[in-house]
C-alpha cells in the first residue's frame, strides 16, 4: 500500500505504513502537550512579570555594575565642613556693613498704644530705627498673606517684633534696642486649639470671623453603617506637643543693597531660597528679577528656616535700602527660639470599629492643630494629616477631619514629617489599643488590615503603580530586633521597678508634595572644556547631603569620577525655580532634574560621537571615558571636553522633572494625592524605672523602604538622626509653654537628645523596591525616618507598665504620675 502526501513517500507494505502513522501520532500529541507546558509557563512568565516587573528585568536584563550610584561616597562638602573652612551666615563680613537688632513684643497678645525711638535713634552708633509705619507693604506669606514684618497695632505672639534698628556694631544695636519704649494694652489672649474654636472666642488674626484657619475633609463609605457592623468601637484622645527645631546654628541673613544689578543680594541659612525671593519681592513692591538669594552653608534646618528667614531677609533688607549699607541679622539661641515657628501641636480623637477577629471597618477622626499667630504652612501641614490619619489600613468607612486654628501661641509651620508624626503617633498607639482590647497581638492586628499591593487608601487611591512593601519592612524590623520573642519574654510579669518592653509602629508616606502645589524641579549641568562639571540646582543643600547625591547622579551618568563635580550653591538668578526644599522631595524631584540635564549632553555627544569619530552605536560611560558597546575605548572623558569646546558643541544643559499627575476632591478627599508612596517599620526596646518614671530606650530596629538607595551610608545617617530626633520629641523636648509665653528659651531648659540619651544599637535596615517615577528607582528617606519613633516607644512603654500614655512627651511626670506637674497652656 502506498501513502502519500504534499511529500511524497513510499511505502513498501501496510505494516511500515501502520508503524509510520503510529510514531507520527505520538509526536504529534507530544508536541501538542508540550505547547501548551510551554504556553503555560510563557502565561505564568507574562504574570510573574507584570506582578514583580522590576524583578524580571533584573534577572532577564542585569544592568551594568554602577560605578556612582548605590554606593556610600564621601559627603562633597565634608572636608570644608570638618576643617572649618565653610562658610556660615554669620561668618560673612562686608566693608561699612551694618548689624541689626528687632525688639519684639513683652506681651503674647497686646495692643500698640506708642513706640518711642528718640533715645534709640540719637545713639552715635546708630544709623536707622524703623518700626510698621515705615514698611508700605507689610505683609507676606507662602500660602496666606498675613505675616506681619513688624506689628502694626497689635502684637500677636511673643515672638512679634515691633520695631528694629541698625548700628556700627552689635553691642551698639543691643544697646540701642534697650533704649526703644514701647507701650502696651495688654489684651486677652486665645491658647489651644479647645478655647480658638469656641463661638465665643476673641478673633486672634484681624479681619477673619473666627479663628479657623482651615478645614480638610475625607469621606470614604458610610463611618455610621461601619460602625454598626463593628463588634467594638473604642474611642481615645491623643496630644502631641509644640516641638522647637533645635538647629545648632541659630538664623543669619546679611543684605547687600544695589549689588550687581539687583535690588537686593541676600546671603544666609536660607531653607527655600526661591520662598525668600517671593517674600521679599512682595514687602519690597519689586520684580523678582531683582532680589537675588545665595545660599549659605546650613547648620541644619529640619524645615525651620523658612518663613522666619524671611521675615529676617525683609528686615534686613529694608534697612539696607534705607541706609545704602549692608545689613547683617544673627538671632542668638534665646531669640532664635522665642520668634521661630514650631512643630504644630495636635490634639486627635480617633473612634475605631473592628470586627472580633481584628479586621477594621471604620475609623473617624478629627485633628486639630494650632497653627499660632499666623497661617504660615498650616493649611498644607494639615492637608498632609488628612491623607494619613487612617494610617497604612485598609478601612471601608471613614470619616476624618483635620482643621488648623490661630491663637495667640508661636507661630507653626514646617518641621520634618510635616503633618505626619502626630497622626501616626495617634494611630499607631490606637492600633497596640485595639489588639489589647481584641486580645490578639500588635503584630497580628497590621498584617491583618496593612496595605499590600493593589490596596485602597481612605481616599480611594489603588497602590499599583509601585511595590507596596509594609511586609517586607516589618519582617525586617522584627526580625532584627528580636521582637516576637522579646514581646513573648516582657509580656510576663517583670519583679521589681525596673520593667521592659517592646513595641513597633508601621508608616506609608507620599512623597513629595503631592496636591498640595505644582511639583517640578530642575536643574544645570555644564561640562567644561576641561571635563570637569559643574552642577547648579534649584532645591538647596540643608545639611541632609544634596550635594553629594546630585553630584553621584550626574557623575553616573556622564561616566566621570565624584571629584571631576562641583555642586554651586544654590543661587536665584542662576539655579532654576524649583519650589521648597521640602517634603523629602529632593532626590526624586531634584535628582531626577540632575539626570535629565545630563541625558540631553549625552544625546548632544552621541551625535558628536558619530561625526568625530565615526561611531553610531551604544556609547558607554565609565572609567572617566567613552567606550564602544563591545568595550573598546573611544575617548577620554577629559579630550572629548576639549574637542567638542574647539568644535563649538555646547555641552551645558537645563533639566527638569514635573511630577507624575494626581488628583484631589476638596470635598470628599477623594482622589490621588500622591503618585507615589514610601514605607517603613520601626521597632523599640525600651527600659522604664517605676519607681522614678525614667525611660530609656535601649534598642532600635528601623526598616526603610526608599526605593534605591543612591548613598547607601547617607541614608543610614539619615535613619540614626531621625530616630534619634524621634526619641527627643517622645521623652523629653518640652517649650515649657505656659498662657502665650516660653520659659525653655535655650539647652540648659529646653532638652534634646545627646549621645547619652541615644539607644546602644539602632539598626537601620535599608530596603530597596525601586520605583518608576524616581532617579534609578529613588524615592525619599528624610522624614519618614523620624515619624515613627515616638508611636514605637509609647508602645514599648506601655508593654512596659501595663498603662497607656496618650500626651507626649513621655517625660518623667507623666510616666511617674500620668500627667505634668507644669502648667501647660
Request: charged share 25%.
Amino acid at each position: 500500500m502506498i501513502f502519500r502526501n504534499e511529500t511524497t513517500i513510499s511505502l513498501r507494505t501496510e505494516k511500515e505504513a501502520k508503524t509510520w502513522f503510529k510514531t507520527m501520532l505520538f509526536w504529534s500529541f507530544s508536541i501538542f502537550f508540550y505547547s501548551i507546558v510551554i504556553s503555560g509557563r510563557i502565561l505564568a512568565l507574562i504574570v510573574e512579570i507584570k506582578i514583580n516587573k522590576e524583578k524580571f528585568m533584573r534577572e532577564v536584563f542585569p544592568m551594568p555594575e554602577r560605578q556612582q550610584i548605590n554606593k556610600s561616597k564621601k559627603r562633597v562638602d565634608a572636608r570644608a565642613k570638618v576643617t572649618g573652612k565653610a562658610k556660615f551666615g554669620a561668618d560673612l563680613k562686608f566693608h561699612n556693613m551694618l548689624y541689626g537688632k528687632v525688639v519684639r513684643s513683652n506681651y503674647p497678645h497686646a495692643r500698640i498704644k506708642s513706640i518711642n525711638t528718640d533715645e534709640a535713634e540719637a545713639h552715635p552708633e546708630v544709623a536707622v530705627v524703623m518700626t510698621a509705619e515705615d514698611i508700605p507693604h507689610n505683609l507676606f506669606g507662602v500660602i496666606i498673606e498675613n505675616q506681619q514684618v513688624l506689628a502694626e497695632d497689635r502684637v500677636l505672639y511673643i515672638g512679634d517684633g515691633v520695631a528694629m534698628l541698625a548700628a556700627d556694631s552689635r553691642e551698639a544695636a543691643r544697646e540701642a534696642a534697650e533704649l526703644i519704649e514701647v507701650e502696651y494694652e495688654e489684651l486677652p489672649g486665645v491658647f489651644g486649639v479647645e478655647e480658638a474654636r469656641r463661638p465665643d472666642a476673641p478673633v486672634v488674626m484681624p479681619g477673619e470671623e473666627n479663628n479657623q484657619v482651615i478645614h480638610h475633609p475625607l469621606r470614604k463609605g458610610d463611618v455610621e453603617q461601619g460602625m454598626a457592623q463593628a463588634d467594638v468601637v473604642l474611642e481615645r484622645q491623643y496630644t502631641t506637643q509644640f516641638v522647637e527645631h533645635a538647629y545648632l546654628e541659630p538664623e543669619a541673613v546679611t543684605v547687600i543693597p544695589e549689588e550687581r544689578n539687583t535690588l537686593v543680594t541676600v546671603y544666609g541659612s536660607v531653607q527655600n531660597p526661591n520662598a525668600t525671593r517671593d517674600a521679599l519681592a512682595t514687602v519690597l513692591d519689586c520684580d523678582l528679577s531683582n532680589v537675588r538669594i545665595i545660599q549659605d552653608n546650613m547648620g541644619g534646618s529640619f524645615g525651620g528656616k523658612d518663613e522666619n528667614i524671611s521675615s529676617m531677609a525683609c528686615r534686613a533688607a529694608l534697612m539696607a535700602l534705607q541706609t545704602g549699607r549692608p545689613v547683617q541679622l544673627v538671632n542668638t539661641r534665646e531669640e532664635s527660639i522665642i520668634e521661630s515657628y514650631k512643630r504644630h501641636p495636635y490634639t486627635m480623637k480617633y473612634r475605631i470599629g473592628a470586627r472580633e477577629n481584628g479586621e477594621l471597618v471604620a475609623m473617624e477622626i478629627e485633628a486639630a492643630a494650632d497653627s499660632g499667630a499666623y497661617a504660615c504652612q498650616t493649611p498644607f501641614v494639615t492637608w498632609r494629616s488628612v491623607v494619613q490619619a487612617t494610617g497604612p489600613y485598609e478601612v471601608p468607612h471613614v470619616k476624618t477631619d483635620t482643621y488648623g486654628f490661630y491663637t495667640n501661641s508661636p507661630y507653626t509651620g514646617a518641621m520634618r514629617g510635616y503633618g505626619s508624626p502626630p497622626v501616626i503617633f495617634a494611630q499607631e498607639s490606637m492600633m497596640d489599643e485595639l489588639a489589647w482590647e481584641l486580645g490578639i497581638s500588635p503584630e497580628e492586628i497590621r498584617r491583618k488590615n496593612m496595605f499590600a499591593n493593589n490596596s485602597r487608601t481612605a481616599s480611594n487611591q489603588k497602590l499599583d503603580n509601585h511595590e507596596v512593601s509594609l511586609a517586607e519592612v516589618m519582617d525586617k524590623a522584627l526580625e532584627a530586633i528580636d521582637y516576637q520573642e522579646k514581646y513573648r519574654r516582657y509580656s510576663q510579669p517583670q519583679p521589681g521597678d525596673i520593667k521592659r518592653g517592646i513595641g513597633f509602629a508601621i508608616s506609608y508616606r507620599g512623597v513629595s508634595l503631592g496636591a498640595e502645589a505644582i511639583d517640578a524641579a530642575g536643574a544645570i549641568v555644564s561640562v567644561q572644556k576641561d571635563g570637569s562639571i559643574i552642577v547648579y540646582s534649584g532645591l538647596a543643600e540643608n545639611g541632609q547631603g544634596l550635594k553629594t547625591i546630585f553630584s553621584q547622579i550626574a557623575a553616573e551618568e556622564l561616566g566621570v569620577s565624584l571629584d571631576r563635580i562641583t555642586h554651586m550653591e544654590t543661587d536665584t538668578s542662576i539655579s532654576p525655580e524649583s519650589g521648597s526644599t521640602v517634603a523629602s522631595r529632593s532626590t526624586l524631584m531634584g535628582g531626577s532634574a540632575v539626570k535629565n540635564a545630563a541625558e540631553n549632553i549625552k544625546t548632544v555627544i552621541k551625535e558628536f560621537v558619530a561625526e568625530e569619530y565615526d561611531y553610531q552605536g551604544e556609547i558607554v560611560y565609565r572609567d572617566d571615558a567613552l567606550f564602544t558597546s563591545e568595550g573598546s575605548k573611544l575617548v577620554d572623558f577629559p579630550e572629548l571636553a576639549a574637542s567638542a569646546f574647539h568644535s563649538g558643541v555646547f555641552l551645558s544643559s537645563y533639566g527638569w522633572y514635573k511630577a507624575p499627575g494626581i488628583s484631589w476632591d476638596e470635598e470628599t478627599g477623594q482622589g490621588r494625592p500622591y503618585f507615589t508612596y514610601v514605607y517603613g517599620c520601626q521597632a523599640a526596646e525600651v527600659e522604664v524605672d517605676t519607681g522614678t518614671g525614667e525611660v530609656r530606650v535601649l534598642n532600635m530596629a528601623a526598616a526603610h523602604d526608599v526605593g534605591k538607595a543612591i548613598n547607601p551610608a547617607n541614608v543610614r545617617g539619615q535613619i540614626y538622626g531621625g530616630t534619634v530626633m524621634a526619641l527627643g520629641h517622645a521623652l523629653m523636648e518640652d517649650l515649657g509653654f505656659s498662657e502665650g509665653y516660653i520659659r525653655h528659651t535655650n539647652f540648659d531648659e529646653y532638652l534634646i537628645p545627646t549621645i547619652k540619651d541615644a539607644p546602644d544599637n539602632v539598626e537601620a535596615i535599608i530596603v530597596e523596591n525601586p520605583d518608576p517615577a524616581g532617579p534609578y528607582g529613588a524615592k525619599s528617606i528624610g522624614e519618614p525616618a523620624m515619624e515613627l519613633g515616638g508611636a514605637a516607644i509609647n508602645n514599648a512603654l506601655s508593654q512596659a507598665t501595663g498603662r497607656r500614655l496618650r500626651d507626649l512627651p513621655l517625660n518623667l511626670e507623666r510616666v511617674l504620675l500620668g500627667r505634668n506637674l507644669s502648667r501647660e497652656g
